[in-house]
T-cell receptor, first 113, second 114 residues
Framework: NAGVMQNPRHLVRRRGQEARLRCSPMKGHSHVYWYRQLPEEGLKFMVYLQKENIIDESGMPKERFSAEFPKEGPSILRIQQVVRGDSAAYFC???????????FGPGTRLTVT | GNSVTQMEGPVTLSEEAFLTINCTYTATGYPSLFWYVQYPGEGLQLLLKATKADDKGSNKGFEATYRKETTSFHLEKGSVQVSDSAVYFCALSDRGQGAQKLVFGQGTRLTINP
């Protein structure tokens, strides 16, 4: 059973460009969570999604950030018009429907130049 | 809101030393508690967990006990190895709006010297 997959692993964008991060959950997992890790800090929750639904986006910045988890395909975290402060590691986690345990992907390290 | 506070790092020990990484939390209700480990360049791996007061989680020689009276979940290992060098995160589950989102401490970087 493959683990949570994220791509790309490293992404470089210039200020003002768009960043698109992908997450494929583990097989059989329908719950996806996105977290952001700023340098030398812990992970901060951003958004929780189930298939085709955003359940909790209380940690998402109000502007430029959006997330989706379509019926088919990976979950996507989109950052429009990136700024230097968006440079961070973005981790995706997935879980089955009825446990607390979340399985994390390897992360996407976004660098904004 | 809920929060987690961890012992500041970095922590440097010699091989076979005893390890303690302190973790305290603030939460309403009765969250589950977790320790995650992050090796260089990798994602987080669940190390151990405890779901109710007085539970002890253990794995790979590490253990932590859920102490409700002191709101703590300290990580311990009796004899560390070089391969234990990593960043350790304490976390709690925060079931807001039905989500099982995790609230993390800031992480403690551990280095074990041979």
């Amino acid at each position: 059973n493959a683990g949570v997959m994220q791509n790309p692993r490293h992404l470089v964008r210039r200020r003002g460009q768009e960043a698109r991060l992908r997450c494929s959950p583990m097989k059989g997992h329908s719950h996806v969570y996105w977290y952001r890790q700023l340098p030398e800090e812990g992970l901060k929750f951003m958004v929780y999604l189930q298939k085709e639904n955003i359940i909790d986006e209380s940690g998402m910045p109000k502007e430029r950030f959006s997330a989706e988890f379509p019926k088919e395909g990976p979950s996507i975290l989109r950052i429009q018009q990136v700024v230097r402060g968006d440079s961070a590691a973005y981790f995706c986690a997935s879980s089955p429907s009825s446990t607390y345990e979340q399985y994390f992907g390897p992360g996407t390290r976004l660098t904004v130049t | 809101g809920n929060s987690v506070t961890q012992m500041e790092g970095p922590v440097t020990l010699s091989e076979e030393a005893f390890l303690t990484i302190n973790c305290t939390y603030t939460a309403t209700g009765y969250p589950s508690l977790f320790w995650y480990v992050q090796y260089p360049g990798e994602g987080l791996q669940l190390l151990l967990k405890a779901t109710k007061a007085d539970d002890k989680g253990s794995n790979k020689g590490f253990e932590a006990t859920y102490r409700k009276e002191t709101t703590s979940f300290h990580l311990e290992k009796g004899s560390v190895q070089v391969s234990d060098s990593a960043v350790y995160f304490c976390a709690l589950s925060d079931r807001g709006q039905g989500a099982q989102k995790l609230v993390f401490g800031q992480g403690t970087r551990l280095t074990i010297n041979p």
